[in-house]
């Protein structure tokens, strides 16, 4: 019988995904079935090693996806496979995530399991909006309530006496019986005057927020279409809000770019962050060493490398065919600077040209990628679209969180494509803004049907404003 697995209980934080604590992510890496909720931000299924198996747990408001017993029972039947389970869930699994129910099924089969923190909404969304929960001059106690229950009529079961006496109260998912919650808490003694913070989507380019007092926070909340999820902050702390947070006041705030996946897209990714935007590289991929190929090394005149996982490759099959790289004769080369500063950091001087045709040449190079005409192409790796990455876009087009596409060359377009091809939502691509940051990208995405920057977005704007370097954007 396989050893038991253990369950790790793990909270992802209310949307920001750097607000997973470095435990949870160093965990989340090592996976093998991970069960995640709605509210966890679907970036955080990259992460996942390739072979993780991704099972949604939804929680959407009165429509679960798994029911918390199925949810039970996945945990369960996983670990006793001897499987690393991770039940991910948003905020902290402490607060009103239900984690002491989970607990306590894995105690009753004997199963491990960790509880793993996180950043919990109550905290992290009022931050985001620029308000702190405490303040020496506004407020010294702070407490959370659930803004919903279990009882037929959903609405929460609270001592609204007592709260009436803290001075900073968090509502978590309130909103429906935002009109109940003020009623009692005006009726045990707050003020009508009180003010009210309300966060939707906090802590995530969605982020949007709504200042009243307690009298009539539930009519504007209702003309101004606020839903779940979302935080109730009531108190004096609430009137430190002055509109655009540190948060929202970052240049691309509220933009949230699907990067099609080449060379830069990293790179580009890390300076969008920066500037506030949330990030999406796409596809995935995975990469697999192919087996040393049986092949007369020692015979070959001249060997080429595309890059510098070819040059790693290489001298890995030298190594498990015991060969001495001092016994070949060839010359070798190396087609991107990668590719010859790999070779240099191995004793090895890259020529520029090669032997004449007929001699024996071998090129290096993950599949499809790159050609010599006249070379022998020996592949080093496979490379596939990762599983999680088609889940992520998925769950990212059902939430409606992507605004950009941004392709940088023509090879991105081709990549972009034919992953997204496998996804069948076309619909919602369509709808977004088309950035093509070169002109050999613009000529490729109006080849596949795309329609570069018909609509303007926060991004094309910054990028049209402040970003020259080595890309063109923008109409030509």
């Known amino acids: 019988m396989a050893q038991k697995g253990t369950v790790y209980l793990i909270g992802a934080g209310p949307g920001d995904c750097g607000l997973l604590t470095a435990k949870g992510l160093d965990i989340l890496r090592q996976a093998d079935v991970l069960l995640y909720d709605r509210l ?15 099972l949604y747990a939804g929680k959407l408001p009165n429509r ?4 918390q017993e199925a949810i039970h029972d996945e945990m369960v039947r996983h670990a006793q496979k001897g499987k690393c389970v991770v039940r991910l869930k948003g905020g902290d699994p402490s607060v009103f995530g239900r984690v002491g129910e989970e607990a306590a099924f894995l105690d009753e089969y004997a199963i491990p399991y960790e509880i793993v923190p996180g950043v919990t909404a109550g905290i992290a969304a009022p931050a985001y909006a620029g308000v702190p929960v405490t303040h020496r001059l506004h407020g010294a106690n702070f407490a959370v309530a659930t803004g919903h229950s279990r009882r037929d009529t959903g609405l929460p079961e609270i001592d609204w006496n007592g709260l009436a006496s803290i001075d900073t109260v968090a509502f978590y998912m309130g909103i429906k019986h935002l009109p109940t919650i003020a009623e009692n808490l005006i009726t045990h003694g707050r003020p009508k005057g009180e003010k009210v913070l309300l966060i939707q989507w906090g802590t995530t380019s969605k982020q949007r927020t709504l200042t009243a007092d307690l009298g009539t926070i539930a009519r504007k909340a209702e003309a101004e279409q606020f839903t779940n999820p979302a935080i109730a902050l009531i108190g004096d702390v609430a009137a430190l809000n002055q509109g655009k947070s540190w948060f929202e006041r970052k240049p691309l705030f509220g933009s949230f770019p699907l990067i099609a996946n080449s060379d830069g897209a990293a790179q580009l990714a890390s300076l969008l962050k920066e500037e506030g935007a949330e990030t999406f590289v796409y596809p995935r991929f995975h990469e697999v060493e192919e087996e040393a190929p049986l ?9 080429a490398f595309y890059e510098e996982k070819d040059v790693i490759v290489f001298f890995r099959w030298l190594q498990k065919r015991g060969l001495d790289i001092r016994t070949l004769s060839a010359q070798f080369s190396g087609e991107t600077d990668s590719a010859v ?12 040209g090669s032997r004449p045709i007929g001699s024996d040449r071998l090129f290096l190079s993950r599949g499809g990628l790159g050609g010599k005409p006249g070379w022998k192409h020996i592949q080093t790796r496979e490379r596939t679209v990762a599983p999680s990455t088609q889940t992520t876009i998925n769950r990212l087009l059902d939430e409606g969180h992507l605004t950009d596409l941004v392709f940088l060359s023509r090879e ?30 613009e000529k490729a995405a109006i080849s596949y049907g795309l329609s570069p920057q018909i609509k303007q977005s926060v991004l094309s704007a910054w990028m049209e404003g402040n970003y020259a370097g080595d890309f063109i954007c923008g109409p030509r």
């Not at 966890?40 to 991704?54: M, Y």
């Not at 679960?64 to 029911?67: A, D, K, M, W, Y």
């Not at 092949?295 to 060997?303: L, Q, R």
């Open 40 to 54: 966890v931000n679907p970036l955080l299924l990259e992460e996942t090693k390739p072979g993780a198996e991704l």
């Open 64 to 67: 679960h996806i798994l029911r």
């Open 295 to 303: 092949i007369h090394w020692e015979t070959a005149t001249d060997i």
């Open 341 to 352: 500063q790999a070779l240099q950091q191995r004793g090895l001087a890259p020529v520029q």
């Open 412 to 441: 991105s377009v081709e990549c972009f494509c034919e992953a997204f091809a496998a996804i069948g939502r076309e619909k919602e691509i369509s709808e977004l803004t088309v950035l093509c940051l070169s002109d050999e990208a």
